[in-house]
């Protein structure tokens, strides 16, 4: 079992480091919000009194945070950066969605002062983290992602060596990408299924045995009250926020920009997550979407 630093307790995070726990692990956590401290505490971990209290001699250090620049800063540019006061010796994993050139700038710096870092972003909402069937995106090298496999099974159920450093990254814009234009394409079949007089639960049925079939016809759907147990069915509260999705997509537009690839779906799908964020949305479900449909 190892020591394990974990930092940034949010609807995933927290999740997360309690299943650590749960796998016997010694699981030193921090937040900004001591709130959230106090959930994963009462579950068997160790309030740590900041970043580098946990992330000192551990043998592992997993962060979860908002962007790019926090992940830089805590790492690297802060006044007290980790980079610093971590063991050499030190595992360092950051499950944060981030954009990939970041990553393989942090990733280059801990390899200059001789540690390992990899990216490793997750796919499975809040459900998923909190039942530990995480999928896992790592960039890295084969030795690291061998290294870091144990520790993420403990949290998910499909650990995919995506590439190299940064590869994680990309893998999680990408999916997201489609994921947005799935549910995005999905909701409007339903809303015009509705439209001209049919029943959603019947429709929804019919193209999941038909070519229509995808995942959020299977396991998401976004019309209200046709599914038990998805945020559709509890005014859209809970999963995978508009303002999460709308962030992934931006960074799925840089990653287009940055290598030429053509991404018009994917840009139509920015377009619409823009335009539903704007009306105030960007706290729900990202499958609310279907709203933008419903009352157009």
């Not at 030193?28 to 009462?42: C, G, N, S």
């Not at 970041?102 to 983290?129: W, Y």
């Not at 038990?228 to 962030?247: A, I, T």
């Not at 931006?250 to 335009?275: C, E, N, R, V």
């Amino acid at each position: 079992m190892a020591v394990i630093g974990f930092i940034g307790l949010g609807n995933m995070g927290g999740p997360m480091a309690i299943n650590l726990v749960k796998a016997g692990h010694t699981v030193k956590v921090f937040d900004l919000f001591p709130e959230a401290v106090d959930k994963v505490v009462t579950q068997g971990a160790t309030a740590a009194g900041s970043a580098v209290d946990a992330a000192q001699e551990s043998d592992v250090v997993i962060t979860m945070l908002p962007s790019g620049k926090h992940v830089e800063s805590l790492y690297v540019s802060s006044d007290q950066p980790l980079f610093d006061v971590v063991k050499k010796d030190v595992l360092i994993i950051d499950s944060s969605t981030i954009d990939a050139a970041t990553a393989k700038k942090v990733s280059a710096i801990a390899a200059e002062q001789g540690l390992s870092f990899v990216d490793a972003p997750v796919s499975g909402g809040v459900a998923g983290a909190a039942a530990g069937t995480l999928a896992f995106m790592v960039g890295g090298t084969k030795d690291q992602f061998d290294q870091a496999k144990p520790i993420l099974d403990n949290m998910g159920l499909n650990i995919f060596h995506a590439g190299p450093s940064g590869a994680g990254q990309i893998a999680k814009c990408c999916n997201n990408m489609l994921l947005s234009v799935l549910m995005a394409g999905t909701a409007e079949a339903l809303n015009m299924g509705v439209e001209n007089g049919l029943d959603p639960a019947v429709l929804s049925e019919i193209m999941l045995q038909s070519s229509g079939n995808n995942w959020a016809l299977q396991k998401y759907n976004p019309y209200p009250n046709v599914m038990e147990g998805v945020p559709s069915s509890n005014d859209y509260q809970g999963g995978f926020q508009v303002d999460l999705m709308y962030k992934d997509l931006g960074l799925a537009m840089d990653i287009s920009h940055q290598s030429g690839a053509a991404t018009p779906m994917g840009a139509q799908a920015k377009s619409l997550y823009t335009m539903h964020k704007s009306k105030g949305n960007g706290p729900l479900d990202f499958s609310s979407i279907m709203t933008l449909y419903r009352n157009e």
